[in-house]
């Protein structure tokens, strides 16, 4: 949603925590700022790698035809089972083999600067990955938080909240909120299963 903000998200985090909320860790979808919301109150953050596949396939879809393309796609895809060391040593590697193919260009007329990147769109994919690898393996680093690596359960919740309020269409925005607000406590007391 547009409106989900660094802003909003600093104002929220506020109410929490004013309400008594202990806020261990946060996994985010990649908004941009959230991250600084979460570090300035010395949370650690994770960064969702189902979110960040999603943005490498973007880029590259799920069969790019370049060598260098298809290389990264295959080590992004390594992401969920790989250690950060060994998955900043492998995107390293791969900038070394492909930096002069990164840097071609071509000639756009259209432009101020009259050319542009031959290669835009794996350039972008290949800046998500360094941008966001200090927030790809937190999870790795804070074992004891238990901290899942992905949004994955979270938005499971959201769709079935969604749905349960959409078969109320046309609510207020206050019985919405009222709503809401009981399908959430309900949740939270319902009792944890046993695993045998």
């Known amino acids: 949603m547009k409106d989900e903000t660094a802003a909003v998200y600093a104002q929220s985090l506020h109410g929490l925590l004013e309400r008594g909320w202990q806020v261990t860790a946060a996994i985010i979808d990649g908004r941009r700022g959230v991250a600084r919301v979460f570090e300035a109150h010395g ?15 973007k ?7 370049t ?41 756009a007329p259209h432009t101020k600067r009259g050319w542009e990147y031959t290669h835009r769109r794996l350039k972008s ?5 360094t941008t966001n690898l ?16 992905t949004t994955n359960s979270l938005d499971g919740s959201f769709s079935q ?14 019985r919405r909120f009222k709503m809401i607000s009981a399908l959430l406590a309900a949740g939270s007391k319902r ?5 045998h």
């Not at 880029?59 to 035809?65: A, G, M, N």
């Not at 089972?81 to 000639?107: C, I, M, N, Q, V």
């Not at 994919?125 to 990955?129: E, G, K, T, V, W």
């Not at 200090?134 to 690596?149: D, E, G, V």
């Open 59 to 65: 880029y590259l879809t799920r069969k790019p035809k």
């Open 134 to 149: 200090p927030y790809l393996f937190t999870y790795q680093k804070y074992p004891a938080l238990n901290m899942p690596h």
């Open 125 to 129: 994919a290949y800046r998500s990955l």
């Open 67 to 107: 060598e260098a393309a298809q290389e990264l796609r295959e080590l992004s895809l390594t992401l969920h089972k790989t250690k950060e060391k060994d998955f900043g040593t492998a995107l390293t590697s791969w900038y070394a083999r492909h930096e002069t193919f990164l840097k071609e260009r071509s000639p």
């Open 43 to 57: 949370m650690p953050v994770q960064f969702c790698l189902f979110h960040q596949m999603k943005t490498v396939t």
């Open 191 to 195: 009792p944890t299963r046993k695993r």
């Open 161 to 174: 909240l969604k749905k349960k309020i959409g078969a109320h269409g046309g609510l207020r925005r206050d």
